[in-house]
T-cell receptor
Framework: RKEVEQDPGPFNVPEGATVAFNCTYSNSASQSFFWYRQDCRKEPKLLMS???SGNEDGRFTAQLNRASQYISLLIRDSKLSDSATYLCVAFSSGSARQLTFGSGTQLTVLP | NAGVTQTPKFQVLKTGQSMTLQCAQD?????MSWYRQDPGMGLRLIHYSVGAGITDQGEVPNGYNVSRSTTEDFPLRLLSAAPSQTSVYFC????????????FGPGTRLTVT
């Protein structure tokens, strides 16, 4: 079982739609979590850090459920420019991996 | 600021050849790391460094060496290239460490034949 698992998609949604991604992690010692965005053939870039109480940044909302060991990302009012792969990441200082990346969920927003 | 730069962008090697992937950052970040990204898999940590003169192994260090003689530079050396090392390699840096925002370079696409 992968330490961080994501539905690979692809998710194809129309402009203006709301879309949600879930991510599960197996290492209960994970201390913090992130969502990164990766455009095709580009480097990952931080989208959001995920705090224990959940956090919101404009159209993006991230939530963490430690009891069930999952993290979610909600995108409201999708834009064409949101088309990308979204990477779920868990950090554990005690792991040789340090940051464990999920394999990503691909989103395409259609006009 | 250039951020994190990597050279070359593309490279083709024959099995057994060695080469060095360059990485530099101009943000005075202490923490730097190297990842490889393969289809269907998440980025995997190869080596990392918490400061000049200090390096450590990540999840998949075999076949790779690193050094950190300055804060700015963190080269990755492939000792004897193998087809299994065909991948996209990303260098990253962070001001405070692995648990904080990582700034990635544009990547090096390596093919080993």
């Amino acid at each position: 079982r992968k330490e961080v698992e994501q539905d690979p998609g692809p998710f194809n949604v129309p402009e203006g739609a709301t879309v949600a991604f879930n991510c599960t992690y197996s290492n209960s010692a994970s201390q913090s979590f992130f969502w990164y965005r990766q455009d095709c053939r580009k480097e990952p870039k931080l989208l959001m850090s995920v705090y224990s109480s959940g956090n919101e940044d404009g159209r993006f909302t991230a939530q963490l459920n430690r009891a069930s060991q999952y993290i979610s990302l909600l995108i409201r009012d999708s834009k064409l420019s949101d088309s990308a792969t979204y990477l779920c990441v868990a950090f554990s200082s005690g792991s040789a991996r340090q940051l464990t990346f999920g394999s990503g969920t691909q989103l395409t927003v259609l006009p | 600021n250039a951020g994190v730069t990597q050279t070359p962008k593309f490279q083709v090697l024959k099995t057994g050849q060695s080469m060095t992937l360059q990485c530099a950052q101009d943000m005075n970040h202490e923490y730097m790391s190297w990842y490889r990204q393969d289809p269907g898999m998440g980025l995997r940590l190869i080596h990392y460094s918490v400061g000049a003169g200090i390096t450590d192994q990540g999840e998949v260090p075999n076949g790779y060496n690193v050094s950190r003689s300055t804060t700015e530079d963190f080269p990755l050396r492939l000792l004897s290239a193998a087809p299994s090392q065909t991948s996209v390699y990303f260098c990253a840096s962070s001001q405070q460490g692995a648990g904080f925002e990582q700034y990635f370079g544009p990547g090096t696409r390596l093919t080993v034949t």
